[in-house]
């Protein structure tokens, strides 16, 4: 079966985000945050990716036969390839396009090299009033048994060569002094931020405002800091530490424990990549080397500066004309905007399009929840919980208030889990029942489930939230999602019997609308696939449209070719990961392939089966990917009111027919038909949702 690998199509997916920095159509600081998300992200793919790459590669021979992929060595080999491939074109974004253009705009972002006699003499004044004592210098000799780098730092490396005649210390050796390796690490985070604005400046391309990398102000203060020496050669490196944590492999013993030991060792893991400057002189790689145990297979040549992620804190000096205009967040249109909200649940369903929509709609209503004497029990999922969590205080409200507020916690999403073992630990000390799963399984469902008894008949009633998106109110600005609000009677009963896995450990059964991982998700998506499959064999119209994140599991790839093979009409609208390959004569004719990246993270999962009256459409949480559909519990969940259903293909159709942001398979831009007019998804959906809510508005009035 032909499909493209798993990590190759992951960087696919990153050179899309490459492809927006070099969009001239994106405003210039939103180049620069594209720049900045393109570095985050590699970093993390050689954080997991290739770490996990290496660890194979590193497996006896035989056990490496025994792998269901191919052959990792020469895998991690493309992968490297492409890597710096992809590299070099950001390299020459950054430098040939992105720089030239700021400063056309008049945004200059200096070298130290670069500075005039005025603007050093103030660097020099800033290094020593701001930046000096922040630093931590540390000597390469012999008295040095171990280095130490953190993972995700930058540090400056300095060459010293030439001392000045009388400045030997007493005690050394002539020789040792001559040549000196120092490294400190950059004060980023102490400082309060990677970048410095120079004074004055008028902002246009004769005048304007200057910036320095924190880095270059440290080089301009470095003679001083080593004045023995008449030549101080400064260059930056950084490393990257493998950080799977592996939990999933461990079958046994206190999970909570065996968390924070990871996140311990995630700091101390084995190195994945050391980024260094090309310039550094080879005697500073030798010491690094040396005194770290880093191989030469993990250094990896970048550029002169790193942690280019640093861009989402670049000055923007009020320049809103160098980004995207605003899109303030818009009413909803059935939802009340003052007043309880538990009522106009009970009246019908809701659905919510955040960022488009304000997402305080759900802490809103957890806030109501926790106040309301009705309310007896909430049970929420959270995955990803956010720093200073809107959603975690309201729980914490309802704990105080006597609620009995059950929180299932994912404490394995990667790179989130000390947000979410401090608030796990804060809503336990609270007396929420705090319920981690299993090791061998993560919840990524979206949940929420409140219990409310009704004056009016004495009897409990319960309202949901379902969503495609984390209960996470800085990432619902960011992140394009679908949410329902429901009281559907058997609807939220299946909604009860998930948390009640969770707490008994019972299955859920008979389950009529929910599908549910690791349970009932994959076969009832089969099942799908197959009746489309039977239709188009008997002549009869039959499609699938499907949005995720990702698409790399063999089973649903496998079934989806036969129905392609059958007749059935799919279409893939895949953000990330995709391993199935469309148009492939004999194989997958009837599939086509396109991604849409723009202003929004693309995180909603849409699974659209059938025609007409007879269209199923699904929200979901899981991607169809291995880990979503056996090793997670996902949930998706139809939308059955028929005005919801055609709101969301609308809004699906719009992203269907996206020629300005859309890519294929092959990376290439979806261009608009002769005649045909432009149509860039996310603007319409936003001015969608605008009419609809004054629509809304104006009938209601």
Known sequence: MKTLPRDLSWLRFNARVLQEAQCPEVPLLERLKFLAIFSANLDEFFKVRVATLRRLVKLKKKTRAQLPHERPKRLLAEVLAEVHRQQELFGHTYRQEVLPALQAAGICLLSAEQLTDDQREWAQHYFEQNVRDLLSPVVLDDTLHQLFLKDQAVYLTFWLTQPVAGSRPKGTKKKAHAERVVIMELPTKRHGGRFVALPGGAGTPDD?????????????????????????????????????????????????????????????????????????????????????????????EGSRYHNFRDFFGFPTFGRTDLLNPAWPELPHPTLPRTGPLLPALARRDHLLHPPYQSFDAVPRLLREAALDPAVSAISITLYRVAPKSAVAKALLKAVKNGKQVTVVVELKARFDEESNLYWSEKLQRAGAHVIFTPPELKCHAKLLLITRREAATGQPSRYAYLSTGNFNEATAGLYADHGLFTAHPEIVAEVDQVFRYFITGEEPVGLQHLLVAPFTLRTQLLGLITAEAARAKKGKPASIILKVNSLEDPSMIAALYAASQAGVHIEL?????????????????????????????????????????????????????????????????????????????????????????????????????????????????????????????????
């Open 573 to 701: 609208l895949i953000r990330g990961i995709g391993c199935l390959v469309p148009a492939e004569p004999g194989l997958s004719e009837t599939i086509s392939q396109r991604g849409l990246l723009d202003r929004y993270l693309e995180h909603a999962r849409i699974y659209v089966f059938g025609h007409g009256d007879a269209e199923k459409v699904y929200l979901s949480s899981a991607d169809w990917m291995g880990r979503n559909l056996d090793r997670r519990v996902e949930v998706a969940f139809p939308i059955l009111d028929a005005a919801m259903r055609a709101e969301i293909r609308h809004l699906l159709d719009l992203e269907r027919a996206d020629n300005v942001k859309a890519r294929d398979f092959d990376n290439n831009y979806v261009q608009p038909a002769p005649g045909e007019p432009r149509v860039r998804a996310q603007e319409a959906e936003y001015q969608y949702l605008k009419k609809l809510a004054g629509r809304k508005r104006i009938a209601k009035t």
């Open 208 to 300: 304007p405002h200057c910036v320095l990398f924190l880095d270059d102000v440290v080089r301009v203060g470095a003679p001083g800091m080593f004045a023995g020496y008449s030549e101080v050669t400064v260059n930056a490196i950084k490393l990257s530490r493998d950080a799977e944590l592996d939990i999933e492999e461990e079958v046994s013993g206190d999970l909570l424990a065996k968390i924070r030991s990871s996140l311990a060792k995630r700091a101390t893991g084995y190195p994945a990549r050391l980024l260094f400057d090309p310039a550094t002189p080879p005697e500073v790689l030798r010491a690094i080397k040396h005194k770290t145990g880093i191989a030469d297979e993990e250094l990896v």
